[in-house]
């Protein structure tokens, strides 16, 4: 069984073709633009849209364990809350809802070959994001596995934050890597994001000398953080030989997640950067996505 925050169709920027994009649960870090921040959370995580509550308390009444209270506001308690849904199935006004689900692996797969035609006119596939994939590895090599074995093309997202073993396991299951890279200053990557620059570069070392071609590399374009060390960070996957480098410019497209989840957003006032302004770093290697 696997932990799935969605699974999206017609997906045309994560890989070649037309592909089925499914985002998995769990991330080991804890980055404050993040799009997608109901993937930290493996379990199905509630989310609240305070602009249509009506404040009936249905939900507080439905909840098996306690863990939605009135006091000023509505608040949940994320320890005691287990996805269950009754909430959202009581809440008319349609303020509550979950993301994700467990599935198994074979549910996956088949949700994911509903769309095979598409794939074969387009020279499409599958493709694996999240989150961080390789933060559920049992189950992402069982997908992996299925994936080939329908003769899929497979796409994995990956931030490389994990132990180079784990992927070593996966490697040979993945037909293109998606590999993102944030920063290449140690100290201000774990404190802003909590990542491992070590594990990320022996990751990425590895991968980039066995399958250079293999391999695009994804940076996010973010103001205040990586945006004055571009060209250093462009430079450093220029030398690895990799197949692309993709510059993917911020945009807080992601800031409603975040009020749903009730965290606080960092980029709230944070306008979206414009293609235009990365311009003076394209090249043949080097593209805008986004």
Excluded at 122 to 135: A, I, K, M, Q, R
Aim: hydrophobic content about 35%.
């Amino acid at each position: 069984m696997i932990s799935v925050s969605n699974i999206e169709r017609f997906a045309t920027h994560d890989g070649p073709g037309i592909r089925t994009t499914v985002f998995l649960k769990g991330c080991y870090l804890h980055c404050p633009w993040c799009a997608n921040p109901e993937t930290w959370f493996l379990k199905p995580v509630l989310m609240h849209k305070k602009q249509l509550c009506v404040g009936c308390r249905q939900c507080e009444k439905a909840c098996p364990n306690k863990a939605i209270s009135f006091q000023k506001d509505w608040r949940v308690e994320r320890a005691r809350c287990q996805g269950c849904g009754l909430c959202a199935a009581c809440c008319l006004p349609g303020a509550l809802s979950i993301s994700g689900e467990v599935m198994s692996e074979e549910q996956v797969i088949r949700e994911v070959m509903k769309d095979l035609d598409y794939y074969r006119e387009s020279n499409g596939g599958v493709t694996f994001s999240g989150g961080e994939p390789l933060y559920q590895k049992e189950g992402l090599k069982r997908l992996l596995s299925l994936a080939k074995g329908n003769g899929l093309h497979t796409v994995l997202e990956t931030t490389g934050n994990y132990p180079l073993e784990d992927l070593r396991e996966i490697e040979q299951y993945v037909d293109l890597f998606l590999f993102d890279l944030k920063h290449v200053d140690e100290r201000k990557l774990a404190e802003v994001t909590g990542g491992d620059l070590k594990k990320i570069m022996a990751c990425f070392g590895w991968l980039s000398e066995k399958r250079p071609q293999d391999v695009i590399v994804r940076i996010p374009v973010i103001p205040g953080f990586n945006d004055d060390a571009l060209t250093e960070l462009i430079d450093y996957a220029r030398s690895r030989n990799v197949r692309e480098i993709n510059l993917l410019p911020f945009h807080n497209l992601g800031k409603n997640k975040w009020q749903q989840l009730y965290l606080p957003y960092q980029y709230e006032n944070e306008k979206s950067m414009s293609r235009e302004s990365l311009q003076k770093y394209i090249s043949d290697d080097v593209t805008i996505g986004g």
